[in-house]
């Protein structure tokens, strides 16, 4: 028999319930968890250190407010408020710091998430050579990851010295920081990162420090930008996580994780549209990637939505990956003809309907050498391109982007270099990739490693885009391109299958489209030393 209780006693035993309940389960659900940098270093880092003041301003004026400087040092005053604790320990040496165990407890007081590392400087002074300083970078990077498995560390190629007591200190700073990027490949791992920030490079010592090793005004402005594209890539990310083929650090990877080095051959569609032969003879070569021309329908007819989803059915025959091109924008700035990077966007998104959907397939180069040689107007490149890149997230693309250089794609002047990190962080979905276009510039192998020291040294993906074995503009140095791109893992395709005009016909591969009749150069890439047929992977998708 069911006991029966009055109102009144329900109605306590109610009240006493919702009394007894944990707060937990009366409470909102909390925002995430702030994002926790660790500022590492000496007294370039801690005193005054104004650059980490103006790096944490500049990240919560772009939107980046989720996040915690975190160390066991005070903020020095730097003319305004911010987030300024931090480990910059003037007079230390990362030697001695991991000698006496001194970093496992600033980890355990501050538990970051990311570690900013400036850390040599004194060690450099006091003579003890680079291999003793990564020694030490060494146990050090143990230290973080056994506080944090998923520790990101970005370390710093460190700013040159010039004191007046230290003839030989910029000599052994150059020897640190040659030795640093190889230390961070041998030891970056997909859980716990390491990225490269070169603050040596344009950094001057006679004007960007107040006694030839402590930064002043310039000289913190400099070190912040070079800290900010990779302190923002680091960040999470509120958006979506990228699909299909990806970026990976400097690398480029499948949906399954597999890395793609792009083997290939520029095809020019837009001017030869019954050359459909050509996939399968370019897959002949053993090509596992076919850059294929478009017309964006500003200096010719556009290539339609129809023909894009024919172009991508014959990629998927021929087991290729499809970088897909407008051609209209080449020369912006030199040729009056040219169309704009944002104009392009426009076409993209036209004709994203039959794009979405293979991004396991397909990559998009946003406009073939999108500035030509006018200084005045390649200065533009990063905002055009940033711009381009978010258009296209906004429409729902989210595949492998590929940015071409300025400066008719052979990027002299460096601003693709300078600024490549600023639009990586741009993209919402961290997924771009730089091409760069090698001709007569790039005569030399010094030049050729320069360039792609660059780009790895910055933790930026790269790949040649274009390149030849001659030039009107001078004569590549084709034999580097290709040496170097083998040994760096770094993607190259070649210009191009057939149909060169211009005085420029000894770019053909193959004499009018006939894939039985190479060309010297075609014979080069194809058949030669670090060539495609020798060096190519056929992509896993495929398999």
Same mark, same amino acid.
């Given at each position: ?7 009144t006693t329900v109605?306590?035993?109610l $009240?006493a ?5 944990? %707060? ?10 702030a994002?926790?940098?660790?500022? #590492?270093?000496?007294?370039i880092?801690?005193?005054p250190?104004?650059w980490?003041?103006l790096?944490?301003k ?18 020095p005053? /730097?003319?305004?408020a911010? +987030?300024g604790?931090?480990?910059g320990h ?5 030697t ?11 980890l355990?007081a ?27 970078y060494?146990?050090l #990077?143990?230290?973080?990851?056994g ?5 990101k560390l970005?370390v710093a190629?460190i700013?040159?010295m010039?004191?007046?007591n /230290?003839?030989a200190c910029?000599?052994?700073? *150059? ?5 640093? &990027? ?14 490269v920030? +070169?603050?040596w490079?344009?950094?001057n @010592?006679?004007?960007?420090t ?13 070190? !912040?930008r070079?800290?900010?594209p990779?302190v ?5 990310s509120?958006?979506?996580?990228a699909?299909g083929l990806?970026?990976?650090? @400097?690398?480029? *990877?499948?949906?399954?994780?597999a890395?793609?080095v792009?083997?290939? *051959?520029n095809?020019p569609?837009a001017?030869?549209r019954s050359?459909n032969?050509?996939?399968?003879n370019?897959k ?6 076919i ?11 556009? @290539?339609s939505?129809?023909?894009?989803t024919?172009?991508?059915t014959l ?6 990956? /499809? ?11 030199d040729q ?9 966007a ?5 004709v ?6 293979? !991004? ?6 946003l406009?073939?050498e %999108? ?10 490149w990063a905002?055009a391109?940033?711009?381009?890149i978010?258009?296209?997230r906004s429409?729902g693309?989210?595949h492998?982007l590929?940015a +071409?250089? &300025? =400066? ?12 490549g990190a600023s639009?990586?962080a741009?993209d919402p979905?961290?997924?771009t990739?730089?091409?760069?276009h =090698? ?7 010094a ?10 040294n910055?933790g ?5 885009g !274009? ?9 590549p ?7 170097q791109?083998q $040994?760096r ?15 420029? !016909?000894?770019? +053909?591969?193959?004499y009018?489209?006939?894939?039985a009749?190479? @060309?010297?150069?075609g014979?080069?890439i ?13 992509a896993?998708?495929y398999?």
């Amino acid at each position: 028999m069911a006991r029966r209780l009055s109102l009144t006693t329900v109605l306590a035993l109610l $009240a006493a319930l919702f009394c007894a309940l944990p %707060p937990a389960q009366a409470a909102a659900v909390e925002p995430s968890a702030a994002t926790r940098i660790m500022p #590492l270093g000496d007294s370039i880092t801690g005193s005054p250190g104004c650059w980490r003041a103006l790096l944490s301003k500049h990240l919560r004026d772009t939107g980046h407010t989720n996040l915690d400087f975190v160390g066991t040092l005070p903020a020095p005053g /730097c003319g305004f408020a911010y +987030d300024g604790e931090n480990e910059g320990h003037g007079g230390y040496l990362a030697t001695n710091i991991a000698r006496n165990n001194q970093l496992p407890g600033w980890l355990s007081a501050t538990r970051p998430d990311i570690v900013l590392m400036h850390l040599g400087t004194n060690d450099v002074w006091s003579n003890i050579p680079a291999t003793t300083i990564l020694n030490a970078y060494t146990t050090l #990077l143990g230290q973080m990851r056994g506080s944090n498995p998923r520790m990101k560390l970005i370390v710093a190629r460190i700013l040159p010295m010039n004191p007046s007591n /230290c003839s030989a200190c910029g000599q052994r700073v *150059v020897a640190l920081n040659n030795a640093i &990027p190889g230390w961070a490949q041998a030891n970056t791992t997909a859980a716990s990162p390491i990225t490269v920030v +070169d603050q040596w490079s344009g950094f001057n @010592t006679a004007t960007d420090t107040s006694d030839g090793v402590h930064p002043n005004s310039s000289g913190n402005q400099k070190i !912040e930008r070079r800290w900010y594209p990779a302190v923002g890539a680091a960040l999470p990310s509120a958006a979506p996580e990228a699909v299909g083929l990806r970026v990976s650090g @400097t690398r480029i *990877v499948e949906a399954n994780g597999a890395n793609l080095v792009m083997r290939g *051959v520029n095809h020019p569609y837009a001017w030869y549209r019954s050359q459909n032969s050509s996939f399968a003879n370019i897959k002949a070569t053993g090509a596992n990637t076919i850059r294929v021309v478009l017309s964006g329908g500003h200096q010719s007819a556009p @290539t339609s939505a129809s023909e894009i989803t024919t172009i991508i059915t014959l990629c998927k025959q021929s087991r290729l990956i /499809c970088v897909l091109e407008v051609h209209d924008t080449t020369g912006y700035g030199d040729q009056s003809n040219a169309a704009t990077l944002d104009q392009m966007a426009s076409y993209w998104i036209g004709v994203a309907s039959v794009l979405k959907g293979q !991004e396991n397939y397909v990559v998009i180069n946003l406009g073939n050498e %999108p500035f030509g040689n006018n200084q005045q107007v390649s200065a533009g490149w990063a905002s055009a391109t940033s711009n381009a890149i978010r258009r296209l997230r906004s429409a729902g693309l989210q595949h492998l982007l590929m940015a +071409d250089g &300025p =400066m008719w794609g052979q990027d002299w002047g460096n601003i693709m270099r300078n600024n490549g990190a600023s639009v990586l962080a741009a993209d919402p979905q961290h997924n771009t990739v730089f091409s760069i276009h =090698m001709y007569g510039v790039y005569n030399t192998a010094a030049k050729i490693n320069a360039y792609f020291d660059a780009f790895r040294n910055a933790g930026l993906p790269l790949l040649v885009g !274009e390149f030849g074995h001659m030039h009107t503009d001078g004569d590549p140095d084709e034999n580097t391109i290709m040496a170097q791109a083998q $040994a760096r893992g770094l993607g190259y395709l070649g210009w191009s299958w057939s149909g060169n005009g211009g005085g420029v !016909e000894y770019l +053909d591969m193959v004499y009018g489209f006939n894939p039985a009749n190479l @060309t010297p150069w075609g014979q080069r890439i194809i058949n030669g030393a670090n060539g495609i047929r020798q060096t190519s992977r056929q992509a896993t998708i495929y398999n």
